[in-house]
């Protein structure tokens, strides 16, 4: 699952924030956000409702401008290097980006043609990013027709067919089952280990993060209050509560780090009523 830190290839980071400021109105959805992902790598991005995740993303991926701080991508400045930027970048959001009306083959070229994939080469790399999720015989298929986890590997080869470098995941299984959610990231997971491409996912599922990322920050009020490997993230908790002299059935778990970083995670910031019915809607389609 994971890639040797040493084999990591040369050049700079995949993503870099550094002071990163993002606000709405008077809340700072983002407040002073460092954070680096390293090439290669599978980076896990966790936090509460309303910690900033979507928004941090949202500058990485040039969807949103950068006031305050500094986002490079590959050593790319996305206010200065956009188109740059985004065609390095393939990104799976946490809304459905597939048209029910379209086959699964025509969703996956519009957005060959949206990332300018070369006329010459559209259809092969199309056909190459169907059979890398498994969609080539429901490839003609309209995707109104598909489950929840087809929709979501047809949009993770959406993502995939422009070859991109970085692959971001807003909350790639929301709404799936146990299974479905298995088979999305065996697909990631495949694709990366043939292509060594970085991935920055956000989930709300601890166990794909312990069992997924190579490293995780777990951010709460627009910053990261902890980083590292999930193991080493479940040695620091036990060590504290060692410290604190507390006593608890059981090896910490992820879940437990995220409870105690975030403490109950719920307070006034926590998204909009937009926010919620997005997630919702999504969440039933998929289902």
């Given at each position: 699952?994971?890639?040797?830190?040493?084999?990591?290839?040369?050049?700079?980071?995949?993503v870099?924030?550094?002071?990163?400021?993002?606000?709405?109105?008077?809340?700072?959805?983002?407040?002073?956000?460092?954070?680096?992902?390293?090439?290669?790598?599978?980076?896990g991005?966790?936090g509460?409702?309303?910690?900033?995740?979507?928004?941090?993303?949202?500058?990485?991926?040039?969807?949103?401008?950068?006031?305050?701080?500094?986002?490079?991508?590959?050593?790319?400045?996305?206010?200065?290097?956009?188109?740059?930027?985004?065609?390095?970048?393939?990104?799976?959001?946490?809304?459905?980006?597939?048209?029910?009306?379209?086959?699964?083959?025509?969703?996956?070229?519009?957005?060959?043609?949206?990332?300018?994939?070369p006329?010459?080469?559209?259809a092969?790399?199309?056909?190459?990013?169907?059979?890398?999720?498994?969609?080539?015989?429901?490839?003609?298929?309209?995707?109104?027709?598909?489950?929840?986890?087809?929709?979501?590997?047809?949009?993770?080869?959406?993502?995939?067919?422009?070859?991109?470098?970085?692959?971001?995941?807003?909350?790639?299984?929301?709404?799936?089952?146990?299974?479905?959610?298995?088979?999305?990231?065996?697909?990631?997971?495949?694709?990366?280990?043939?292509?060594?491409?970085?991935?920055?996912?956000?989930?709300?599922?601890?166990?794909?993060?312990?069992?997924?990322?190579?490293?995780?920050?777990?951010?709460?009020?627009?910053?990261?209050?902890?980083?590292?490997?999930p193991?080493?993230?479940?040695?620091?908790l036990?060590?504290?509560?060692?410290?604190?002299?507390?006593?608890?059935?059981?090896?910490p778990?992820?879940?437990?780090?995220?409870?105690?970083?975030?403490?109950?995670?719920?307070?006034?910031?926590?998204?909009d009523?937009?926010?919620?019915?997005?997630?919702?809607?999504?969440?039933?389609?998929?289902?």
């Amino acid at each position: 699952m994971t890639c040797d830190p040493t084999d990591r290839p040369a050049g700079p980071d995949a993503v870099t924030c550094t002071g990163l400021v993002h606000a709405f109105g008077d809340t700072r959805a983002v407040d002073g956000l460092d954070l680096s992902v390293r090439q290669g790598e599978v980076f896990g991005l966790l936090g509460p409702n309303g910690a900033g995740k979507t928004t941090a993303i949202r500058c990485i991926t040039t969807l949103l401008p950068v006031p305050a701080g500094q986002v490079r991508v590959f050593g790319h400045d996305p206010a200065v290097d956009r188109m740059a930027v985004r065609r390095l970048l393939g990104y799976v959001p946490q809304q459905l980006s597939a048209d029910a009306g379209l086959t699964g083959r025509e969703n996956v070229t519009l957005f060959a043609r949206v990332f300018d994939v070369p006329r010459r080469e559209r259809a092969d790399r199309v056909a190459q990013a169907l059979a890398a999720v498994n969609l080539t015989d429901a490839a003609d298929r309209l995707a109104k027709t598909y489950s929840g986890g087809m929709v979501r590997r047809l949009e993770l080869a959406q993502a995939l067919v422009s070859a991109p470098r970085l692959l971001i995941l807003d909350e790639p299984t929301i709404g799936l089952d146990p299974i479905a959610r298995t088979g999305v990231w065996e697909h990631i997971n495949a694709v990366r280990a043939a292509t060594g491409m970085t991935v920055l996912v956000t989930t709300h599922y601890m166990d794909e993060a312990d069992q997924y990322c190579d490293r995780v920050a777990l951010m709460h009020r627009g910053r990261i209050r902890a980083l590292g490997t999930p193991a080493e993230l479940r040695r620091g908790l036990a060590e504290r509560r060692r410290a604190r002299g507390e006593t608890a059935a059981g090896d910490p778990t992820l879940e437990d780090v995220f409870r105690d970083v975030a403490g109950s995670g719920l307070d006034d910031t926590s998204g909009d009523f937009r926010d919620v019915r997005s997630t919702r809607r999504t969440a039933q389609r998929l289902g």
